[in-house]
Each structure stands twice: as structure tokens, then as C-alpha cells.
């Protein structure tokens, strides 16, 4: 018996989400049906954490248990042949037993992509948020700078979350503009539930003057979800890289 | 009355081609749906040419006659409202009556979009043609030579086509890499049924060492569809400008 860890790539416009749900297309479902179908019995997959519906991920983590005898790179390629076109494998490799792709993430770094063209772009309808409206980015930045670091991130959480530690270290934010897009870019060590959605749709409020800088700081101390700004929508949102002690 | 010139850009990966189809999603269906609703009777639109199913528009141009009293401005807002997600009315403007889309044509940029990673990418599935395997760029810009001008691309015109004269002219071909894509890009004064594609499939197997560079000149003289390469498929292709006269 060996554990596989495999960093995986998705589209998530035609997901209902990462984890399964029943009678609905998910990541984790059609993973665990190719892999179930390959060692003729059921075979479960462990993510770094889930994504919602049509989130996207470039390097998500996920790991399994296998007792077929295939070398890393085979598994690459038979994963890849079997996958459908909006998840691909990009690494596969072997992994300590008690490797967890969840328990033993380091960090995570979320990407969030705007669109800032006028015109609505069809080509990035899934892939970014179409916000054409006035931004002032040293006000977004400023604003960052009171993210960075540990705080009670209540404010950032949907109330849907079941987790009850809302501490949340966050090292970086960028906010910096490339391929006509801006993007927001979050390395944390955990976020919790909604919560770079949030911060998103807060700093743009930001941008737009609704909310000053200095203001983060009692929103934070509010713990009060209603403070912070809207959730931004999911089409932007990217699940970019998941850190591991080597 | 008056006559409107409309620039439109769409993402072909959910229609079924430009053209109406009965019982398909096409661009020019959706569009005269949508300008019949408002006109209260059936409108036509006339566009410099057709596009296939799952081929896209960065700027396609259409033409079309209102007796709707609304200024030009406001006739993009309106229309971009009402379109799905997946086309955007880029310009609209007033232009004299004897203005036609397809007629007055002076020349057509199209580019074709390759993904040259080793991995599918999820993203650009619909967008990109994924081809990893190895190409000598030299070769294929050395081809490119051979086909600008003016020929008779018989031997680069689907066996489909209902046209006549197959003497078309190439202005510009380039071959260049953006944005980890490889990029060919043609600018001709008119291009046959499956004219981009087939030159693309043509280009892609000189740059894979089939067809040497110099064999282009007898592939042209030939008239001979069989001759040359394979049609690229559809996702990678972009018709993207199309000229008149000022």
C-alpha cells in the first residue's frame, strides 16, 4: 500500500463545488469514481480543503491510498487519459504514510482575478469578476496592510461556517495589475469559510471610498460579519498553491 | 432610417456557429431575437462572414437597419443588457446607408491560439488548441513565406466550400508566442471555408518536420485539398478584425 499525493488543476465553472454531493457534478466525485473504477472497489480522495461552486483551483492538493503497482509517472498519464477536460493532474508523487493533504497544510495562497475592462469580456465570463467602476488601488493597499498579520477573522467568515477558532494568520496581500486583469493575491496560514471572498468585496469597497483604510482595524474588532463588505462572487476566485513542510 | 455598423466579440464555445441554424444556439439568432423583440418585427443582420461552431470572435462586424429612434451610445448599453454573457457589443456606430458588413470588406485578421504545455489545461480548453509536441518555429515561419501573397488556395479550402474563384491574398503571416500561447496570425483580403485551419494544420506539420518548407509551393500549385494538412481544430480560432475602407 502507497500514498499519492497529486496537485490537481480545475475549472470549477461546471462544478457544483470540490466535495460530493449527492446527484451533482463535483471534483471530488469524478475523481473518486475514475479511481474506484480502476481498483474495482471503492477508493476515497482527501483534499486541502473544498471549493465552492465554480471556484477554481491551480494547484489544489489531494492525496489517496493505493495498493495498485504503478509508477508515479504511469499514474500521471492514466489519470489524465481517464479525467475530464476541466481537471487535469499536474504532479503525482509518493508520499510518507501519514502525509495528510488537509492536516498538514502549511499555508495556502488564494488568487482573485477582476476584470476592469469596460466592456464585459465573454472570454473571462467564468474566469474573473467583471468590476469596471473607479478603484483607488493605494487605498485597497492600504487597507491590506491592517489584514496582514493574526487576527479574529469573524468578520471575514460566512455564518454558515462551523469552525469555531476564527484566528487566522494572513503573511501577504498583493494587489497588482497583469494580463489586463487586477488580481488580489492571499497567503495565509488557513482561511476560513468565504473569507478571501470577503476580503475581496470589502477592499473593493475600499477602492471605491464606501469604506476608509483605517476602518479594517474595528471591523476586525467588531466581530461582526455584517461590518465587512459584500461577498465577492465565486468566478474569480482561484485556490493557487498549498504549502507542506518538505 | 438608418444603418448601424456594430463591432461584437463572442465566446463560440456555446453555439453552434455565426449562422442560423433552426433548433441551434447560433450568434446571429440570438442577436435578431433580441432586435426583433425590440423592433416588434422581424430584423435581419448581414456580418462580414460566417463563423463555425466553436470558433470565436475577438471583433466580427455586423451591420443592420433601425427605425428606432435611439442614439448610438445608448444602442450598445441597451443591446449588451440584453445579450447572454457570451457576446458583447464592443462598438456600435451610425454609418451611411450603403455601407455592407460582408460587401465592403477590404481585409480579415484572424489568429489562431495554441497551448503549448505539456498538461491540458483546463482553462483554455475551449480557447486554445493544446499541442505539446515539438515544433521548429524557423520552419514553419520559413513556410509562411511560400503562402503570402496572392494564390489560389484550392489545396486550403474545405471540399464544402460553394465558392468559385479560390485566388485569395495574404497580406501578413506571423508566428509568435504571448501569454505562454503560441500565436499565428493572418491577414489576408479574404479567406476560403476552413482556409485558417487548414494553413494552421498545414504550418503545425512543417513545424513537426512532415512537410518540408519549400513543399508549400508545389502544395499550392497542386489545387489539391489532400495535399495539405490536417484542419485545426475549431477552439484555437479567432476571427479577429475585419477592415473597410474609412
Known amino acids: 500500500m502507497k500514498r499519492l499525493k497529486c496537485v490537481i488543476s480545475y475549472d470549477g465553472s461546471q462544478f457544483a463545488g470540490y466535495q460530493v454531493q449527492p446527484g451533482k457534478r463535483t471534483v471530488q466525485g469524478e475523481i473518486e469514481t475514475i479511481l474506484s473504477r480502476m481498483h474495482k472497489k471503492k477508493v476515497g480522495i482527501y483534499a486541502s480543503g473544498r471549493t465552492d461552486a465554480h471556484v477554481h483551483a491551480h494547484g489544489q492538493v489531494i492525496h489517496f491510498d493505493t495498493d495498485l503497482n504503478i509508477p508515479c509517472d504511469k499514474w500521471k498519464k492514466a489519470l489524465n487519459s481517464m479525467l475530464p477536460d476541466d481537471i487535469v493532474m ?7 504514510e501519514h502525509f495528510h493533504a ?29 468590476y469596471p467602476y473607479k478603484l483607488d488601488y493605494m487605498k485597497m493597499k492600504e487597507a491590506a496592510t491592517h489584514l496582514i498579520g493574526t487576527h ?32 488580489f493575491r492571499f497567503v495565509g496560514n488557513g482561511f476560513l469559510y468565504n473569507m478571501v ?38 468566478q474569480g476566485l482561484y485556490l493557487w498553491e498549498v504549502f507542506y513542510d518538505n
Open 102 to 130: 488537509r492536516f498538514n497544510v502549511k499555508a495556502k495562497e488564494y488568487r482573485y482575478h477582476i476584470c476592469r475592462n469596460e466592456n464585459r469580456n465573454p472570454f473571462t465570463r467564468y474566469y474573473a469578476y467583471h
Open 90 to 96: 499536474k504532479y503525482v508523487s509518493e508520499v510518507d
Open 197 to 234: 471572498r470577503i476580503l475581496v468585496g470589502t477592499l473593493l469597497e475600499v477602492g471605491q471610498g464606501k469604506i476608509k483604510p483605517v476602518e479594517i482595524k474595528a471591523i476586525l474588532e467588531s466581530r461582526a460579519r455584517p461590518k465587512a463588505g459584500k461577498t465577492a462572487p465565486p
Open 152 to 183: 479574529d477573522f469573524t468578520s471575514f467568515c460566512s455564518a454558515k461556517t462551523e469552525v469555531e477558532d476564527k484566528v487566522r494568520t494572513i503573511y501577504e496581500i498583493d494587489i497588482y495589475e497583469g494580463n489586463d486583469q487586477l488580481v
